[in-house]
């Protein structure tokens, strides 16, 4: 990859991981407040360590690939985050500097192949398509747990039948 492909794609990236995190917002604000336990089933999350997992996904991939390496990605929900609200709270404080620290990439670490777990190897701003299919299953599985949780689907790419499009 070029520096002067790879600094176009940052700036397209972030753009559309900036537009992505609006949804994932929405989603995060429609979980029920006292319905963070909800599981559809005992294989699942429950509602709060997917929302956790979903929020905290995105701000270690923007980290991981402003620094074009991936490090242990923790994952574990601190125990100060116990509801809905505690998760939208630390996305909207952690999703800024995140992004803007892929914004600030210099095209050379954009550009520089990077491992991830042996899995796969390609350029570092490349993972940001990555971080974005990851988001969107995971804001489906979410989403699907809200009505059974007496919630409510917000739009995500055009209406739903509890928020229809606006035209």
């Not at 949804?23 to 909800?38: D, N, S, V």
């Not at 509602?47 to 996904?57: E, M």
């Not at 909207?92 to 210099?106: K, L, N």
């Given at each position: 990859m070029t520096h002067e492909v790879a600094q176009t794609l940052?700036?397209?990236?972030a753009d559309e991981a900036t537009q992505e995190s609006?949804?994932?917002?929405?989603?995060?604000?429609?979980?029920?407040?006292?319905?963070?336990?909800?599981?559809p089933s005992e294989k699942c999350m429950s509602?709060?360590?997917?929302?956790?997992?979903?929020?905290?996904?995105e701000v270690w991939f923007l980290n991981s690939i402003a620094n074009a390496s991936f490090s242990d990605p923790g994952g574990k929900r601190p125990e100060t985050i116990t509801t809905p609200g505690d998760v939208v709270a630390w996305?909207?404080?952690?999703?800024?500097?995140?992004?803007?620290?892929?914004?600030?990439?210099?095209?050379?670490?954009?550009?520089?192949?990077?491992?991830?777990?042996?899995?796969?190897?390609?350029?570092?701003?490349?993972y940001m398509n990555f971080l974005i299919k990851h988001s969107v299953h995971h804001r489906g599985q979410l989403s699907a747990y809200l009505r059974p949780m007496g919630g409510k689907v917000p739009s995500i790419y055009g209406g739903s039948a509890d928020e229809p499009m606006q035209m």
């Open positions: 940052i700036g397209s990236y609006g949804i994932t917002r929405k989603i995060l604000c429609a979980i029920p407040e006292e319905q963070g336990a909800y599981k509602a709060l360590d997917l929302a956790f997992h979903l929020a905290a996904s996305y909207d404080a952690e999703f800024a500097p995140a992004i803007d620290r892929v914004r600030g990439m210099s095209p050379e670490t954009a550009a520089q192949v990077t491992d991830f777990y042996g899995v796969m190897q390609m350029p570092a701003i490349k």
